[in-house]
Structure formats: structure tokens, C-alpha cells
């Protein structure tokens, strides 16, 4: 299946909820604010926040003036362009190499998984890959780790349960640095966004990168379960705030049918979505693209 079928197929559940009441609000016929309060509504009912669908509903509005409201084709593709360009505002980082990216976000949203299948395609890519088996805290973190390592074909290295954090990581730089290793993946406890103390780990970590390798791009990506909707917005923030976040890996896009938090996350918090997950199977996750998540949720 091609990057456009699996996205598109991923946000199956949220498409045919917002199309079905598209087609029931054109097949009224009316203009007018009523018309507006509606699409605002549709919007807000897959997951798009109150500011941004009132955002995007004040653009179409703006764009539709003579009356091509009428014109369902015309205020769709309107309201396709605007929708992209929410998700634009916040471009995806070129990845250089080497490069580090540490892996962050609570409890259960997959974040080992992903860290397996974007070493997989990194790989796919012809990059060298070592991943750091940070999560020291959850029993048998690293064990799952090693064999998403090995099904990847990368190094991985890691210290016994309860070890500190921030030393796996210093191994894994050093071991990075001296086979010219391409990518560093970091994978972290999960931890409640509301930990105070946990989020400082996190920040100790994060010096540790920056001191021990300066040479490379250092990416702090947040790991998001699609199926929380709205309170990814709340959960991005506060990591955002811990540790300036460069992006999101978004896990579970299929099982959501509401899938419209996404357009927030890029317009309001200015954090652009790098990777999806669409399936389970390894190669199911794929680089984020506007344009056909769009496409798959109208």
C-alpha cells in the first residue's frame, strides 16, 4: 500500500464522520452564520480545539464571499487548503547527521514500539542506527527494546534495571561517536506530564546530549497516543515546556475517529508531526505529509 493508502486508510474512522455531516450540511441548502456555526461544530466534533476551528471557519468565510458557498466542491477544496496550511505552520526538521533523537511522553503510548519501527526506517534509508535503552525504570523496558532492535538489525545498548538514565545515554554517545554511528535513537521512561521531578530527568538528559555530543543534531520528539485527542494538545505543552520539543511521532492513527487535534498541535503549539503510525507491522510508520493527511480526513 502506497504513504497516501495507509494514511488515508489509517483516518478511515474520522473521514467518514466529518464527510457524512459535510453532506448533511450542504444538502441544506443555506447560507449565512448558521452555515459557519455548523462547520465550526463539525470541525470541533473530531477533535479540532475551539480556537483553531474558529480560525479556520473565519477563513473560509473570508474566501467564500459571493455566495460560491453554494458550491460544495469549491468550499471543500477551500477548506482542504486552509486545513494544510494550519499544518504547515510548523515545519518538519531536515534531518542531518549524525543525529540524536530522544523519545519522550507518558505512560503506554508506545514510544519503545516507535522507536523500534523508526530505526527500521532509518535503516530503510541506509543509515547506521544505536539505540539507547534509556527507560531504566519500567521492569523489562530494555528486553522489549532488544528485540524491536533486533528485528530492526541495529545496536542497541543498555544497563541493568534501575541504572541512571543519563549513563545509558553517555555509553551510547560514546559508542555513536567512535563507529561514526548516523542516528542515536534515545528511548525514556514514560512519565505523567505532571511529574515535576520526572520532567527534570528528562532535562538532565537532555544536557547530557548536548555536552557529550555537540556535533549533532539533537531532536527531542514526543511520542502521542492519536486516541487521547484533545489532551495531546495538553500533554504536548508541558513537554514542550520541559524539554522544547522539535516534534511528535503520533502512534495509533488508526484506531481514532478523531483525528482533528492534529491541526492544533501544528497551529496553536508551532510543533510540527514527523512520523505516523498506521498499523502495527513494522513498516507501518510513515513520514507525516500535510497534504494526504488532509486528503484523509475529509
Given at each position: 500500500?502506497?504513504?497516501?493508502?495507509?494514511?488515508?486508510?489509517?483516518?478511515?474512522?474520522?473521514?467518514?464522520?466529518?464527510?457524512?455531516?459535510?453532506?448533511?450540511?450542504?444538502?441544506?441548502?443555506?447560507?449565512?452564520?448558521?452555515?459557519?456555526?455548523?462547520?465550526?461544530?463539525?470541525?470541533?466534533?473530531?477533535?479540532?480545539?475551539?480556537?483553531?476551528?474558529?480560525?479556520v471557519v473565519e477563513e473560509v468565510r473570508e474566501e467564500a464571499i459571493g455566495g460560491k458557498v453554494k458550491d460544495q466542491a469549491f468550499?471543500?477544496?477551500?477548506?482542504?487548503?486552509?486545513?494544510?496550511?494550519?499544518?504547515?505552520?510548523?515545519?518538519?526538521?531536515?534531518?542531518?547527521?549524525?543525529?540524536?533523537?530522544?523519545?519522550?511522553g507518558v505512560n503506554g503510548v508506545g514510544k519503545t514500539t516507535t522507536i523500534g519501527k523508526v530505526a527500521n526506517y532509518f535503516v530503510s534509508q541506509k543509515k547506521s542506527v544505536t539505540v539507547a535503552a534509556a527507560d531504566t525504570f519500567r521492569a523489562a523496558a530494555s528486553d522489549q527494546l532488544s528485540v524491536w532492535a533486533e528485528r530492526a538489525n541495529v545496536?542497541?545498548?543498555?544497563?541493568?534495571?534501575?541504572?541512571?538514565?543519563?549513563?545509558?545515554?553517555?555509553?551510547?554517545?560514546?559508542?555513536?561517536?567512535?563507529?561514526?554511528?548516523?542516528?542515536?535513537?534515545?528511548?525514556?521512561?514514560?512519565?505523567?506530564?505532571v511529574k515535576e521531578n520526572l520532567m527534570k530527568e528528562l532535562q538532565k538528559m537532555d544536557r547530557v546530549v548536548t555536552r557529550e555530543f555537540p556535533e549533532a543534531q539533537f531532536l527531542k520528539f514526543l511520542v502521542l497516543d492519536a486516541t487521547t485527542g484533545q489532551n495531546a494538545i495538553s500533554q504536548a505543552r508541558v513537554f514542550d515546556e520541559a524539554v522544547e520539543l522539535d516534534g511528535i511521532v503520533l502512534t495509533k492513527l488508526d484506531g481514532t475517529a478523531k483525528g482533528g487535534f492534529v491541526f492544533s498541535l501544528c497551529s496553536e503549539l508551532q510543533i510540527p508531526v514527523v512520523f505516523t503510525g498506521v498499523g502495527e507491522k513494522m513498516e507501518d510508520l510513515v513520514p507525516f505529509d500535510a497534504e494526504q493527511f488532509v486528503e484523509g480526513f475529509i
Open positions: 500500500m502506497s504513504l497516501f493508502g495507509k494514511i488515508k486508510d489509517a483516518l478511515k474512522k474520522t473521514r467518514e464522520g466529518v464527510s457524512t455531516k459535510l453532506r448533511l450540511l450542504f444538502a441544506k441548502n443555506k447560507l449565512g452564520e448558521e452555515f459557519y456555526d455548523e462547520l465550526e461544530e463539525i470541525l470541533i466534533s473530531a477533535d479540532v480545539s475551539v480556537r483553531t476551528a474558529e480560525e468550499v471543500t477544496d477551500l477548506l482542504k487548503d486552509i486545513l494544510e496550511e494550519k499544518l504547515e505552520e510548523a515545519p518538519v526538521p531536515e534531518i542531518k547527521y549524525p543525529c540524536v533523537i530522544m523519545f519522550v545496536r542497541i545498548v543498555k544497563h541493568e534495571e534501575g541504572s541512571d538514565p543519563s549513563a545509558v545515554i553517555f555509553d551510547a554517545l560514546s559508542s555513536a561517536k567512535a563507529r561514526k554511528t548516523d542516528v542515536v535513537l534515545v528511548d525514556t521512561a514514560g512519565r505523567l506530564h
